[in-house]
């Protein structure tokens, strides 16, 4: 196998020219077949070839990594993982045992760099069910780096996490203020029990004196209607300091269809950025990646 | 003035030890794998020890800003269990080209047996392979002929003297090691090794080249702050502050640097706290003025 071709395309402009023969040569190596001590010693040895800059993918690459892989964002990518990513999808064997066990045993002496980029692998790999727990691993992680690479910007999560990993790197992913609208297709992964969870969260910072992480309010939907309700009320009311909950209260009020409570809050809104949410919201904008826009990590 | 930490176990110092060092200007730290005071009983728990050398405890310290370095190997101490020490130096090889790893070490002799000899053996010739640099930790007991057996049999498995750091130095044995072209580091360490005051008077003595500075903190009763510390005692003595700055910070940065893992250049920014990766708002780096009460004592 070789890697996509949307990944070599990526690396060949922008490695330099001794990094690029490496890991052309590296790559080939790797599909010819080798030992697994050897497979992990490559993907080390990566970390003297390839930077850590940012990958910076244009649109148009973007575009066809999204076409190779729905719900791969690079955005987040270094060089350094690309090349990483690269070499691990090089091999010809990962269909068969062999590949898996390969892959399992780099996991298990893997770096921090060399975990997220296995992590972030994942979404390209076949058999992706073999690797449920390393994914499940990741996401109890606690080096921001490693869970945020199992959770977000990857298809990996939503497609083969069952309720209780998802809901738990969902929660997780606001106690450490982690971006929540990264975690692909969020919105077909809604549950009771998530909103349950996000509204127990809830009450216990309010009761701690505590902020509400903005992004929690994405996890109610339609489910517990009237706590949700009250919950949201509070937190979108014009006295709440907040304004990024009260915005994110908006989207939340729309999604859970309380469409003609947001029409008469707008009509009394004196805070741009939270009447500007409501318009967005009630203009029907209102699934998970809108949140995007009121994260402070994201320049838009 | 900023330091370098050359021989600290951070997995065995608490967040208070990484705000202090912080605080005092200790940039970086190197943490050789070493004992853990209770003897392991399987292969297992080696993997587990490195891999959380190279990956939680090195998160740990971002998370100060400072940076964090370290060294694989079998310590002597553990390498006499022989049928153990068999299976850690066959995964040995897994960890040895991982980012941040500056040396193989702490290794060396313990109780200078046999099978400390064959173990220390294979590992320098696994960095010869890997061309690596060697942290050797010299014995408590018998210390002088040890450190010359360390000398003589790191030059017989082919191991430049330039990618040799012989620890634990006093003052009986700096001139074996400074003669043979090796670095020769001193751990500030109460009551055992060596303290402030004794290491002003070897500085003014041999100067500062090749010379090296660290805490070896531990579990034991150790002051992470030994570096910081003794810099300042060497500066109040009237030593020279390129000459501080040489042994407490350039020295280690050259030695430890041919191993290729240490951006020199980025140590020297003000260290930056990724806020995207930051857990639980964590942050120390407030700019309070470092806690320096006294020098370590003997
Ligand atoms: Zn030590």
């Known amino acids: ?300 | 003035m900023r330091f370098f930490d050359a021989h600290i176990h951070m997995t065995s110092r608490t967040t208070d030890d990484y705000e202090n060092l912080a605080k005092a200007g200790v940039r970086a730290i190197i943490e050789p794998a070493f004992w853990l005071g209770q003897p392991r009983t399987s292969v297992g728990t080696f993997i587990d020890y490195f891999s959380s050398l190279l990956g939680w405890e090195r998160f740990r310290a971002s998370q100060f800003g400072v940076t964090h370095y370290c060294a694989i190997g079998l310590n002597s101490k553990e390498a006499n269990n022989e049928s153990l020490a068999r299976e850690v130096l066959d995964i040995l090889p897994r960890f040895l080209l991982k980012e941040g790893v500056v040396a193989l070490g702490e290794i060396g002799y313990d109780e200078i047996t046999d099978a400390e000899e064959r173990a220390y053996q294979e590992q320098l010739r696994m960095a010869v392979e890997y061309d690596m640099v060697v942290m050797v930790h010299s014995p408590h007991r018998d210390k002088k002929r040890g450190i010359i057996r360390s000398l003589d049999v790191a030059e017989e498995c082919g191991l430049a003297m330039e990618k040799l750091v012989i620890d634990h130095n006093n003052e009986e044995t700096i001139q074996d090691v400074l003669d043979r072209g090796a670095w020769a580091a001193f751990s500030i360490y109460p009551h055992t090794k060596m303290s402030s005051e004794r290491m002003v008077e070897i500085v003014k003595k041999y100067g500062p080249d090749r010379i090296i500075l660290d805490s070896a903190g531990d579990w034991g009763i150790s002051d992470p702050l030994a570096v910081p510390k003794t810099a300042r005692l060497m500066l109040e003595s009237g030593i020279d502050s390129s000459v501080v700055e040489k042994v407490a910070w350039q020295n280690a940065i050259d030695a430890y640097g041919a191993s290729g893992q240490i951006d020199a250049e980025g140590l020297l920014k003000t260290p930056v706290v990724d806020q995207t990766q930051l857990y639980a708002d964590n942050s120390v780096l407030r700019g309070q003025a470092p806690r320096m009460d006294s020098p370590v004592p003997n």
């Not at chain 1, 729905?70 to 987040?76: C, D, I, S, Y």
């Not at chain 1, 045992?97 to 296995?118: K, M, N, P, T």
């Open chain 1, 1 to 300: 196998m070789a890697a996509p071709a949307f990944l070599r395309t990526v690396l060949e402009r922008r490695l330099s020219e001794p990094a690029r023969v490496w890991w052309t040569t590296t790559a080939e190596e790797i599909a010819r077949g080798v030992s697994t001590n050897r497979f992990c010693a490559l993907l080390s040895l990566a970390s003297r070839h390839a930077p850590t800059d940012a990958l910076q993918a244009s649109a148009v690459e973007q575009d066809q990594a999204t076409r190779t892989v729905p719900g791969l964002n690079l955005e987040r990518w270094t060089l350094r993982d690309a090349a990483r990513v690269g070499l691990i999808t090089s091999r010809s064997d990962l269909h068969d045992q062999g590949g898996v066990s390969a892959i399992l045993e780099a996991f298990r002496f893997a770096d921090e760099g060399e975990c997220c980029a296995l992590l972030r692998s994942l979404a390209l790999l076949p058999r992706g069910e073999d690797y449920r727990w390393q994914a499940g691993e990741g996401c109890r992680s606690n080096m921001l780096s490693v869970f945020q690479a199992s959770a977000c910007d990857t298809p990996y999560p939503a497609e083969f996490f069952d309720d209780v990993g998802w809901n738990q790197a969902v929660v997780k992913c606001l106690f450490v203020e982690a971006p929540l609208w990264r975690f692909h297709r969020f919105d077909q992964r809604m549950n009771a029990d998530l909103a349950r969870m996000a509204l127990d969260l809830a009450e216990e910072r309010r009761s701690a004196g505590r902020q509400v992480r903005h992004e929690l309010w994405l996890c109610l939907g339609g489910h517990e209607a009237s706590r949700s309700h009250d919950a949201l009320r509070q937190e979108i009311a014009p006295d709440n300091p907040h304004g990024r909950g009260r915005s994110a209260a908006a989207y939340a009020l729309a999604r859970a269809g309380a469409i003609e409570e947001l029409k008469s809050l707008r009509a009394t809104e004196s805070d741009p950025q939270v009447a500007a949410a409501m318009d967005d919201a009630l203009a029907g904008n209102t699934d998970a990646s809108r949140f995007r826009l009121l994260d402070p990590e994201s320049p838009e």
